[in-house]
T-cell receptor, first 112, second 113 residues
Framework: DQQVKQNSPSLSVQEGRISILNCDYT??????FLWYKKYPAEGPTFLIS?????DKNEDGRFTVFLNKSAKHLSLHIVPSQPGDSAVYFC???????????FGQGTELSVKP | KAGVTQTPRYLIKTRGQQVTLSCSPI?????VSWYQQTPGQGLQFLFE???????NKGNFPGRFSGRQFSNSRSEMNVSTLELGDSALYLC????????????FGPGTRLTVL
């Protein structure tokens, strides 16, 4: 049972344009969401997070949007840079803490 | 501060063998979680340890086990290896049990032949 889903395995974007990565979840008990970025041969690194009491969180070029009614979150990267090329994972955590549930990942390729 | 370290980085085993992977968390972090990453499956949670006690366990067979030592270092063991166990095994640490953010190590790439 995949509680966190990233339905696009890959995404290709031109440098300077916007990258939008999507994530859907099924469990309404999730209250905290995170995005991680992973380069080959490295572990995932934390990128940005959002609490369920917010609908938007911004950090530089990265913005995460949360739509609780649709159980959907998205990560926007503006402007996209070649160094952003990596696999992006969204993750969710239930109320009260505990383990993170990860999506399958989306491989972003930003072309010069 | 040193990051999360995992040893070995690469490992090749044959079916039926057993393997032990090691993880040293960031100094001061008491929670260690283990994940399996395979293509198309994302990161699958294996287990979480806090203060030497297993706090959460994922949906993996009993061949997968782990432990945590008093210095917070953790090991995971896989017995009777199967071809499908080939994956990247990632360890993550966080300061406490209810952490918002986990810090990952580089992983151990296990290949089962």
């Amino acid at each position: 049972d995949q509680q966190v889903k990233q339905n696009s395995p890959s995404l290709s974007v031109q440098e300077g344009r916007i990258s939008i990565l999507n994530c859907d979840y099924t469990n309404s008990m999730f209250d905290y969401f995170l995005w991680y970025k992973k380069y080959p041969a490295e572990g995932p690194t934390f990128l940005i997070s959002i609490s369920s009491i917010k609908d938007k969180n911004e950090d530089g070029r990265f913005t995460v949007f949360l739509n609780k009614s649709a159980k959907h979150l998205s990560l926007h990267i503006v402007p996209s840079q070649p160094g952003d090329s990596a696999v992006y994972f969204c993750a969710a955590r239930r109320v009260g803490g505990g383990k993170l549930i990860f999506g399958q990942g989306t491989e972003l390729s930003v072309k010069p | 501060k040193a990051g999360v370290t995992q040893t070995p980085r690469y490992l090749i085993k044959t079916r039926g063998q057993q393997v032990t992977l090691s993880c040293s968390p960031i100094s001061g972090h008491r929670s260690v979680s283990w994940y399996q990453q395979t293509p198309g499956q994302g990161l699958q949670f294996l287990f979480e340890y806090f203060s030497e006690t297993q706090r959460n366990k994922g949906n993996f067979p009993g061949r997968f086990s782990g432990r945590q030592f008093s210095n917070s270092r953790s090991e995971m063991n896989v017995s009777t290896l199967e071809l499908g166990d080939s994956a990247l095994y990632l360890c993550a640490s966080s300061p406490g049990l209810v952490g918002n953010e986990q810090f990952f190590g580089p992983g151990t790439r296990l290949t089962v032949l």
